[in-house]
Nanobody, 121 residues
Framework: QVQLVESGGGLVQAGGSLRLSCAAS????????MDWFRQAPGKEREFVAAISASGSGTLYSNSVKGRFTISRDNAKNTVYLQMNSLKPEDTAVYYC??????????????WGQGTQVTVSS
């Protein structure tokens, strides 16, 4: 079982920034593409961003492109999501997920438990 633990969520005013972290407890972390998804109450889970195993390729949803940045540190088995210019509509539980291949497919295989991000207006 792949274990993923998110952290860094919290309450922030519109226009502010947060940095989320996701720590993976697997020795093969560097072979997985990694994703961030989010889910607001009563809504479908939404893709946010993804990064290839090497970190050389990234993908963003149009709603966050230009505001969010995904990155990873394979030596620390950690993936990050830097969120800038936050909007109230960014409020959601943010989930880290691991794919099964090095190439980004936005098809998660393993999920973390999520971390709450709340953006006030």
């Amino acid at each position: 079982q792949v274990q993923l633990v998110e952290s860094g969520g919290g309450l922030v005013q519109a226009g502010g920034s947060l940095r989320l972290s996701c720590a993976a407890s697997v020795r093969t972390f560097s072979t997985y593409a990694m994703d961030w998804f989010r889910q607001a109450p009563g809504k479908e889970r939404e893709f946010v961003a993804a990064i290839s195993a090497s970190g050389s390729g990234t993908l963003y949803s149009n709603s966050v492109k230009g505001r969010f940045t995904i990155s990873r540190d394979n030596a620390k088995n950690t993936v990050y999501l830097q969120m800038n210019s936050l909007k109230p509509e960014d409020t959601a539980v943010y989930y880290c997920a691991a794919e099964s291949l090095p190439l980004v497919q936005t098809i998660p295989k393993y999920w973390g438990q999520g971390t709450q991000v709340t953006v006030s207006s």
